[in-house]
């Protein structure tokens, strides 16, 4: 997940988008830039994703606590977006706030940690540790994201994630307060965190770099032979159950290679869906529960849903 949002009950339609144009009008006024009926499938790794009633990129943390406070205030919905990837946004786009952290990108290191930004790219923290001389981050190597979304989902490769390394990270609380909560608190397992389940924004990190070292060009060569790069994607589609591949299953129910229009399960790991150009998210999703279907048929397992599906 490369996001986190607050569901809201909300009236529909006429009566929001008063609020929404409020909102829009206030934020623009903090440090940043917004921009109105913005198009999502410019900003995630699937390619695909309707407008947003407002898209905003802050310039400073402060920005953008500010921007979530108003948006709580009135009770629009909103969505902080990283580097869009394991996210599939709606053909009809967003109706709230989508704000973008792609320009909190501030990151130092030391001997012994890095602390950064929410937005900082994956690539860009193992670039910093590398400068040092320190491999610590390079098992995050090839996974796309930024740190904020990867400390949401826990990312990471089987033997290890990120959550390993978490000294400290920097919320904000529902309550609109900042909140420094350590590794034990985060609440990480498998691909989630009790950031995830809390829907609280990260506005940044303390990773401890520990000593363990990893082969960078060894695990991006893995990734290059086994995941499918010559197609948009929003990774990993679903979960592994415990103790069995998510891939081994869509395949052993004879969907690889399946396709609804122009979205396909990946030919070289079945995983992953992918766009073949002009897909649309209810196509994707069309995958999705055919998918969930046959393998609860064949294997009575319910696969769980990697990426986040955000309904417009």
Do not use: W
Not at 57 to 85: D, Q
Not at 89 to 95: L, P, Q, T, V, W
Not at 126 to 136: L, R, Y
């Amino acid at each position: 997940m490369d996001g986190d949002h607050e569901p809201v009950a909300l009236p529909r339609g006429g009566e929001l988008l008063p609020r929404i144009d409020a909102i829009c009008a206030s934020i623009g006024s903090l440090h940043g830039e917004l921009r109105r009926g913005e198009v999502l499938s410019r900003h995630t790794t699937i390619q695909i994703g309707g407008p947003a009633d407002g898209f905003f990129l802050p310039t400073n943390k402060e920005s953008l606590i500010e921007a979530v406070h108003m948006c709580r205030e009135h009770g629009v919905p909103y969505f902080i977006l990283g580097k869009g990837s394991n996210i599939l946004f709606s053909d009809s786009g967003y109706r709230g706030i989508v704000i973008s952290t792609a320009r909190l990108t501030a990151c130092n290191t030391s001997d012994s940690h890095l602390l950064a930004d929410c937005g900082v790219p994956l690539s860009a923290l193992i670039s910093a540790a590398n400068v040092g001389g320190n491999a610590s981050l390079d098992f995050l190597a090839g996974i796309p994201g930024s740190l904020g979304g990867a400390l949401a989902m826990n990312a990471g490769i089987k033997e290890r994630s990120i959550g390993d390394i978490v000294e400290e990270i920097t919320i904000l609380s529902a309550g609109g307060v900042l909140r420094s909560i350590d590794r034990e608190a985060c609440g990480f397992s498998y691909r989630t965190s009790l950031i995830l389940r809390s829907r609280l924004p990260v506005l940044g990190a303390r990773l401890s770099f520990d000593g363990k070292m990893y082969d960078r060009e060894q695990l991006l060569a893995r990734r290059a032979a086994t995941q499918p790069f010559g197609f948009p994607s929003a990774g990993c589609t679903f979960k592994n159950p415990i103790g069995r591949s998510a891939g081994e299953l869509i395949e052993r129910v004879g969907l690889k290679g399946f396709r609804v229009g122009m979205a396909k399960v990946s030919d070289i790991h079945a995983n992953f869906i992918i766009n073949l150009g002009g897909a649309s998210s209810a196509e994707i999703r069309r995958i999705i529960d055919i998918a969930r279907q046959k393998v609860y048929k064949s294997f009575h397992i319910l696969l769980d849903l990697e990426i986040e599906v955000v309904d417009g």
